[in-house]
C-alpha cells in the first residue's frame, strides 16, 4: 500500500508543446511539456540532415599536429611522374 500525500501528481494526457503548437500527448507528473525539438521538426528524423564533415578525420588530425602528409597511392604516382 503506497503512502499518501507523497506522490506527485499524475497527469495522464500532460501535452508536449513545440513552438506553441500541441504535438503530442503522454502521461507525465506535468500537466504541460515545454520543448526546443522533436521529432517532428529534427533534421535526424526529417532527412534533411547535412553533412558537415568533407575532411576526413585523418587527414584533420595530421594537419592539426603537423604530422606531416597523408598521401594516397594516386598522389604518390603523381608525384613521381
Known sequence: MPKPDIHPT???DAKVICNGEVVMTTGSTQPEIHVDVWSGNH???TGTQKIL???GRVD???KK???GTTKTAED????KS
Open 76 to 79: 604518390k604516382a603523381e608525384s
Open 65 to 67: 599536429y603537423g604530422m
Open 60 to 62: 584533420r588530425f595530421m
Open 43 to 45: 533534421p535526424f528524423f
Open 53 to 55: 564533415d568533407t575532411e
Open 10 to 12: 499524475w497527469y495522464p
